[in-house]
């Protein structure tokens, strides 16, 4: 029986993705990289540090740590101008109502997203109510499809792991799921998410009726 919910942010929760994009973009004009939404689409549920290296590589470019950091701390700073300025109009259609039946059902429920801004996120859209734990880039040293985060947050619940399902819109997120031992419900495609337990094109498909089969699980 499932007793637990533990969310990714960006794409599950809200639409950060967007920001995300911009802001790198930002960065790789600078540098005199081209970079796409479709090479955004690599840096889904991947650090900040990672995802310059991602970037760099388009580039074919290599610079020291210190360096790194400064352009990961520029791309973060445009980010957050960006996020500062949301609300709850940009929570994405069924997470309002999924959230609710859950606190209904007396299911536990975590963040677990690589971003260090997620709890700026969750409070400037007012989703912040909701969560019983929060797991995000400042907890963790591994990066998905490592588990560390969901397994973070299984703790943080004070559940097995196996009693969590986790909700996720990236297939290193959906990887992290599985190897932390958790059913893994993909938001998106069954093409982008083969490793999912179940895909739905966004949390509205999500009815009650599917958490009342999770738990009975």
């Given at each position: ?66 360096t790194k950091e400064k352009f990961a701390q520029e791309k973060n700073d445009l980010y957050v101008s960006y ?26 429920i975590c963040l677990g997203s690589a971003s260090k801004n997620a709890p700026l996120i969750l409070k400037r ?93």
């Open positions: 029986m499932y007793q637990g919910a533990i969310f990714d942010l960006d794409g599950v929760l809200v639409d950060t993705a967007k920001y995300h994009f911009l802001a790198w973009q930002a960065l790789a004009q600078k540098l005199g990289i081209h970079f796409t939404e479709r090479d955004n689409e690599r840096l889904k549920g991947v650090s900040r540090m990672a995802s310059l290296d991602v970037l760099l590589s388009l580039g074919d470019q290599q610079y020291d740590t210190a996020i500062e300025k949301m609300d709850a109009t940009e929570i994405l259609p069924g997470v309002t109502a999924l959230l609710t039946h859950l606190q209904q059902e007396k299911i536990k859209t007012g989703l912040d109510q909701y969560f019983d734990a929060i797991v995000d880039g400042n907890d963790v040293q591994k990066a998905k499809p490592d588990p560390e985060v969901f397994l973070k947050g299984a703790e943080k619940l004070g559940l097995a792991p196996t009693f969590c399902v986790v909700f996720e819109d990236a297939l290193a997120g959906c990887e992290a799921g599985k190897a932390g031992g958790m059913y893994v419900v993909g938001v998106g495609t069954k093409e982008n998410l083969p490793l999912a337990d179940e895909v739905h094109a966004n949390l509205v498909d999500f009815t009650g009726d599917h958490l009342f089969q999770l738990k009975k699980l």
